[in-house]
T-cell receptor
Framework: DVKVTQSSRYLVKRTGEKVFLECVQD?????MFWYRQDPGLGLRLIYF???????EKGDIPEGYSVSREKKERFSLILESASTNQTSMYLC????????????FGQGTRLTVV | AQSVTQLGSHVSVSEGALVLLRCNYS??????LFWYVQYPNQGLQLLLK??????LVKGINGFEAEFKKSETSFHLTKPSAHMSDAAEYFC?????????????FGQGTILTVHP
């Protein structure tokens, strides 16, 4: 079974802190994604990566950055956390190009106070 | 550009009744379409996917969906609801080529099943 593991299920951080969300997949997938989930808005793509050290902005990249130094690991960074970044964050991975499903981690519920 | 609209943010059915969750999409390229389910405090799990083979797609847990190009729809159905089907359901569209597997999701539909 494909496994996508997010390092934390719940996080509470203070405004202005630098926050790292880590994601690891064990199936040698090329593509990795970070989505943000908010009630009534569905999932919105923050950033994605299609290869090591390659990254592209998604629909809502402002306030976020990412890092992919190894194929299996994709990190989401909040440089200076703000209360409007309180949300559920979901990491996903998939093979190759379109048509293949994405496999999701359990999610990290981040609260910024 | 691609987009997905799920009609109805909340759907409530009785146990044993038909489940119908609606999804319409917009895509400038032949779409790949997916339905995912999310149980409370969990990630998303794939129910089924359409990738240009048969237009009627069968998935897990007795769900199926029909791709109708003329209506740009991909509605999810299950003949008889079970209490365990209560969850949030997401429709998603992806493109081929250089899309790198990116998916665009709808807003989600919360399904409630009453005894």
């Amino acid at each position: 079974d494909v496994k996508v593991t997010q390092s934390s299920r719940y996080l509470v951080k203070r405004t202005g802190e630098k926050v790292f969300l880590e994601c690891v997949q064990d199936m040698d997938h090329e593509n990795m994604f970070w989505y943000r989930q908010d009630p009534g808005l569905g999932l919105r793509l923050i950033y994605f990566s299609y290869d090591v050290k390659m990254k592209e902005k998604g629909d809502i990249p402002e306030g976020y950055s990412v890092s992919r130094e190894k194929k299996e690991r994709f990190s989401l960074i909040l440089e200076s956390a703000s209360t409007n970044q309180t949300s559920m964050y979901l990491c996903a991975s998939s093979l190759g190009t379109g048509g293949t499903e994405a496999f999701f981690g359990q999610g990290t519920r981040l609260t910024v106070v | 550009a691609q987009s997905v609209t799920q009609l109805g943010s909340h759907v409530s059915v009785s146990e044993g009744a038909l489940v119908l969750l609606r999804c319409n999409y917009s895509s400038s390229v032949p779409p790949y379409l997916f339905w995912y389910v999310q149980y409370p405090n969990q990630g998303l799990q794939l129910l089924l996917k359409y990738t240009s083979a048969a237009t009627l797609v069968k998935g897990i847990n007795g769900f199926e969906a029909e791709f109708k190009k003329s209506e740009t729809s991909f509605h999810l159905t299950k003949p008889s609801a079970h209490m365990s089907d209560a969850a949030e359901y997401f429709c998603a569209v992806g493109g081929g080529g250089t899309s790198y597997g990116k998916l665009t999701f709808g807003q989600g539909t919360i399904l409630t099943v009453h005894p």
